[in-house]
């Protein structure tokens, strides 16, 4: 079964409003989560590592204040798309390593948000 | 800057016979590397992976072999399944849990 559960899986929303999505690794404890973004047809390209307890870390040409994350506890980190626009329109995935798996990473379910 | 490339955005592949998905990285750091299945909506599930002191990890139906000189990797499913069909990434890592994904190729095996 699944091991990250993100939420929601789909938003919809306004220009200019914040959406929150959360990603909770279920069954282990995780310091730290990575998020991903999804453009139609493209890779996923990382955004931002998420670290329980401190700042996150972003990638190069990722806005922080845009993009607010937050890991208040070893298994629920959470992004912020702030004053979100259209072109903020993606699918976000968000990931997290767990220990003795076979997979170094397991991904929650993506979230797919919509900018009207 | 694209470390990781699938130059192939689509392949079609007759059910029964053999898939080859291609994966090439610049990264000469990278020392693990991981194929990924992904259907719409939904997050990527792991394949299978291979370390770089390997050339080839077996599961099942799927083959990874790794040419390290070449900076090469490849997928091979044999026999092909319908559902077999989706979206195929390749990733890489050197130290550290993050990954550097392909740009992907989709997989559609014909009945």
């Known amino acids: 079964g699944a091991v990250v559960s993100q939420h929601p899986s789909r938003v919809i929303c306004k220009s200019g409003t914040s959406v929150k999505i959360e990603c909770r690794s279920l069954?282990?404890?995780?310091?730290?989560m990575f998020w991903y973004r999804q453009f139609p047809k493209q890779s996923l390209m990382l955004m931002a590592t998420s670290n329980e307890g401190s700042k996150a870390t972003y990638e190069q040409g990722v806005e922080k204040d845009k993009f607010l994350i937050n890991h208040a506890s070893l298994t629920l980190s959470t992004l912020t798309v702030t004053s979100a626009h259209p072109e903020d329109s993606s699918f976000y995935i968000c990931?997290?390593?767990?220990?003795?798996?076979?997979?170094?990473?397991?991904f929650g379910n993506g979230t797919r948000l919509t900018v009207t | 800057d694209q470390q990781v490339k699938q130059n192939s955005p689509s392949l079609s592949v007759q059910e029964g016979r053999i898939s080859i998905l291609n994966c090439d990285y610049t990264n000469s750091m990278f020392d693990y590397f991981l194929w990924y299945k992904k259907y719409p909506a939904e997050g990527p599930t792991f394949l299978i992976s291979i370390s770089s002191i390997k050339d080839k990890n077996e599961d099942g139906r799927f083959t990874v072999f790794l040419n390290k000189s070449a900076k090469h990797l490849s997928l091979h499913i044999v026999p092909s399944q319908p559902g077999d069909s989706a979206v195929y990434f390749c990733?890489?890592?050197?130290?550290?849990?993050?990954?550097?994904f392909g740009t992907g190729t989709r997989l559609a095996v014909r009945p």
């Open positions: 069954d282990f404890q995780a310091t730290t």
């Open positions: 990931s997290a390593p767990r220990t003795g798996g076979v997979s170094p990473l397991h």
């Open positions: 990733a890489a890592k050197s130290s550290g849990d993050k990954l550097t």
